[in-house]
C-alpha cells in the first residue's frame, strides 16, 4: 500500500482555498477513483493524467488508486488539479520520494503527451497558498513571472510533467520545447489596458488593437466636458455625457484612463488577479499597472456586465474594470434589467453572486462612464427641423435610463456639437493629457491625506453621514444647494454626491474646505443647469 500528498488551489471567485491532494494505492482490481466534490472538468483529469503519466515514460501503477481533494465540501472545479494529481500518483507509487511533495502547491493542466499547460487564475491561487503558509509552488513555465508577483514565495515554472518528475527525483531535468501557451484565447477579444500592450478581452465586448496613447488635446472644444472628466478622474465620481453623435463623447471616455494615476502595488495585483481568473492576462505583461478600459457592446447581457455563468461565476465587466473605467456607450440601449443590476456595486464597490454551490464576491469599484445621444436620432438638441423623433419616442429613450441609476451619477453634463469655428481655428487644442493628468494626480494626493486615518481613498467613496459630521464646506457654502433640496432638484443622496465633487473641486483648485464657488461648479456638473462660475479648471487654479 502506498500513500502520498501534495495541494494544489480551488479557487471561488478571487479567493482560494488550499486543497490537499491525496493519492492511495490498495492491492486490488485495477481503477482510478477520484473524489472530493469535483466537476465534470476536473472528472475528466483521470484520463488526462493517467495519459500524461505514462507518455512521459512513468509507470502506471495497475492497483486500485483513490484520489481524495480535501476538504471534500469546497467545489472544485477546472483542470488546474491535474499536476497535483499525477504528483501524488507518482508519490504513492514511489516514482518520487512522497515527503518531498507534502509542502508544495502545484497548479496547472496536463496534456496527454505530458505537457504543462496554464490555467486562468495563477495569481489569486497563489496569493492564497502564500497566505496559508506555503512558500513553495510549481506552475507552468509561461506563468511563472505572474505567479513571481508574489512575495516570499519560491516558484518553479517548468514545461512538462518529465521535469517536474525529474526535479523531485534529483535527476537530469531533460530539456523540453518551449510552447507559447501564454497566448490569449483566440475567442477572446474586446477589452483594451491602456499600456499593456496587446488587446484581450471578452467575447461580445467588441474588438481593439494596439492604438497609439490618445490625448486629451485631441478633443476640440468641450470645454465644459473637459472640466466633468478632470473632476470625474480626481475624484472618482461617475459620469453621465449626453450629446448628438460626433460631439466627443466617445473620444473623451477613452482619454479617461490616461488621465487617472498609476495603480499602486496592492490595486495591480487586484486587477491583475481579476483578469488572471478571466484568462485575459496580455501575454508577457504579469502585473497591470495601469487604469483597465472596458467598453461592452450595448447587447451585452446582465451576466455579462456583473458576472455570472453557469457553474462557477466568472467576472463581468463591472470586475474587470476595477480600478479603472467601465463606459457604456448608448447607454439607453442596454437592457434596463443589465442597467439596473449596476445600482449595488456602484454603491457596494462589490458584485456578490449566490449560487447553489455557495456565494462568489468579485471587487468591482469602477469609475462608471455613460454616454447617450438625446433622442433616438441623437439631432434633437441640434437646429430645428434636423430631428424627426416624435415626442412620445423621445420621452420613452430618455426614461430608458431610470432614476435611481442616474442619482448614482455625481457629473451630467450635455456635449454641445462642434462648431466650424472651433475646428477650424487655429491653435484650438485644449490641454494635454500630461497638464489635466499632473493636475488629477495632485488632487488625489491631497484628498489621500486627508482621508489618511479613513478607510476611503477617494472623495467618491466617502459615505454622506461622514461628509455631514467630518467634512464640513465653508460655512454658508452650501445654501443653494439646501434650497435645490427643499425644491426638490436634489435627492437627500444628490446633496451628498455634491458636497463629494465640491470637496474634489476644492482639491484641484487647492481650496483648503470648499467654499461657494466650489460647490457652484459641484452643483453645475451635478444637474447641468449653468451657473456663474467658470467651467474651465485651469482658468481657476
Same mark, same amino acid.
Not at 520545447?177 to 467575447?203: K, N, Q, S
Given at each position: ?86 504528483? %501524488?500518483?507518482?508519490? %504513492? ?26 490555467? *486562468?487564475?495563477?495569481? $489569486? ?37 518529465? #521535469? ?21 484565447? $483566440? ?34 472644444? #468641450?470645454?465644459?466636458? =473637459? ?34 494615476? =498609476? ?6 495585483? #487586484? ?10 492576462? !496580455? ?83 469602477f469609475l462608471m462612464v455613460l454616454a447617450a ?34 442619482? *448614482? ?16 481655428? $487655429?491653435g484650438a487644442r485644449g490641454e494635454s493629457t500630461a ?19 479613513? !478607510? ?43 458636497? *463629494? ?10 481650496? $483648503? ?29
Amino acid at each position: 500500500m502506498g500513500f502520498a500528498r501534495t495541494c494544489s488551489v480551488a479557487l471561488v471567485g478571487v479567493e482560494g482555498v488550499v486543497v490537499e491532494v491525496q493519492a492511495d494505492l490498495e492491492p486490488g482490481v485495477a481503477a482510478f477513483t477520484l473524489v472530493g466534490l469535483p466537476d465534470k472538468s476536473l472528472s475528466e483529469s483521470r484520463d488526462r493524467v493517467r495519459a500524461a503519466v505514462v507518455n512521459s515514460g512513468a509507470v502506471w501503477p495497475s492497483k486500485k488508486l483513490t484520489v481524495g481533494l480535501s476538504p471534500a465540501s469546497v467545489p472544485k472545479s477546472g483542470s488546474g488539479f491535474d499536476l497535483a494529481v499525477a504528483a %501524488a500518483v507518482l508519490g %504513492a507509487a514511489e516514482r518520487v520520494d512522497p515527503r518531498v511533495l507534502a509542502d508544495i502547491v502545484m497548479i496547472g493542466e496536463l496534456g496527454l503527451d505530458g505537457r504543462v499547460r496554464p490555467v *486562468r487564475g495563477i495569481l $489569486p491561487a497563489v496569493l492564497a497558498a502564500a497566505d496559508a503558509g506555503y512558500e513553495q509552488v510549481v506552475v507552468p513555465e509561461c506563468a511563472a513571472a505572474e505567479a513571481a508577483l508574489v512575495p516570499n514565495v519560491s516558484v518553479l515554472g517548468i514545461r512538462s510533467l518529465r #521535469q517536474l518528475i525529474a526535479v523531485l527525483a534529483d535527476e537530469p531535468v531533460p530539456d523540453e520545447e518551449r510552447d507559447d501557451f501564454g497566448r490569449p484565447d $483566440p475567442l477572446m477579444a474586446g477589452l483594451r489596458v491602456p499600456g499593456a500592450g496587446a488587446a484581450t478581452g471578452m467575447r461580445g465586448f467588441g474588438t481593439a488593437s494596439d492604438e497609439p496613447d490618445r490625448d486629451l488635446a485631441d478633443v476640440v472644444g #468641450q470645454t465644459s466636458a =473637459r472640466t466633468a472628466v478632470e473632476v470625474s478622474a480626481a475624484g472618482g465620481h461617475h459620469l453621465f455625457l449626453e450629446g448628438p453623435p460626433g460631439a466627443g463623447k466617445t473620444m473623451l471616455a477613452e482619454r479617461l484612463p490616461a488621465v487617472l494615476p =498609476r495603480l499602486g502595488r496592492e490595486e495591480s495585483l #487586484q486587477v491583475t488577479a481579476v483578469h488572471s481568473i478571466a484568462g485575459l492576462l !496580455p501575454p508577457g505583461k504579469p502585473l497591470i499597472g495601469t487604469a483597465p478600459y472596458c467598453a461592452p457592446h450595448h447587447s451585452a447581457t446582465m451576466q455579462s456586465l456583473v458576472g455570472g455563468g453557469q457553474g462557477i461565476a466568472r467576472p463581468g465587466a463591472v470586475s474587470l474594470a476595477h480600478r479603472g473605467v467601465l463606459f457604456l456607450d448608448e447607454a439607453p440601449e442596454f437592457h434596463g434589467q443589465a442597467l439596473d443590476a449596476l445600482r449595488q456595486p456602484l454603491e457596494s464597490g462589490q458584485v456578490v453572486i449566490a449560487r447553489s454551490a455557495g456565494v462568489v464576491r468579485f471587487p468591482a469599484r469602477f469609475l462608471m462612464v455613460l454616454a447617450a445621444n438625446p433622442c433616438p436620432c441623437g439631432r434633437f438638441s441640434q437646429r430645428e427641423g434636423l430631428c424627426d423623433c416624435p415626442p412620445s419616442a423621445i420621452r420613452r429613450y430618455q426614461a430608458r435610463l431610470s432614476g435611481p441609476l442616474l442619482d *448614482r451619477v455625481d457629473l451630467r453634463v450635455e456635449v454641445d456639437p462642434v462648431t466650424r469655428a472651433q475646428l477650424t481655428a $487655429p491653435g484650438a487644442r485644449g490641454e494635454s493629457t500630461a497638464v489635466v493628468a499632473d493636475r488629477v494626480r495632485t488632487a488625489r494626493e491631497r484628498a489621500a491625506a486627508r482621508l489618511a486615518d479613513t !478607510p476611503w481613498r477617494t472623495n467618491a467613496e466617502v459615505p454622506g453621514r461622514e461628509l455631514r459630521s467630518r467634512f464640513h464646506a465653508v460655512t454658508g457654502a452650501m445654501d443653494e444647494a439646501e434650497r435645490n433640496l427643499e425644491r426638490g432638484v436634489l435627492t437627500a443622496r444628490g446633496i451628498d454626491r455634491v458636497l *463629494r465633487v465640491a470637496w474634489t473641486v476644492a482639491d484641484l483648485v487647492g481650496h $483648503p474646505r470648499p467654499d461657494a464657488s466650489d460647490v457652484c461648479l459641484a452643483l453645475q456638473l451635478r444637474t447641468g443647469v449653468p451657473r456663474a462660475v467658470p467651467m474651465a479648471l485651469g482658468a481657476l487654479t
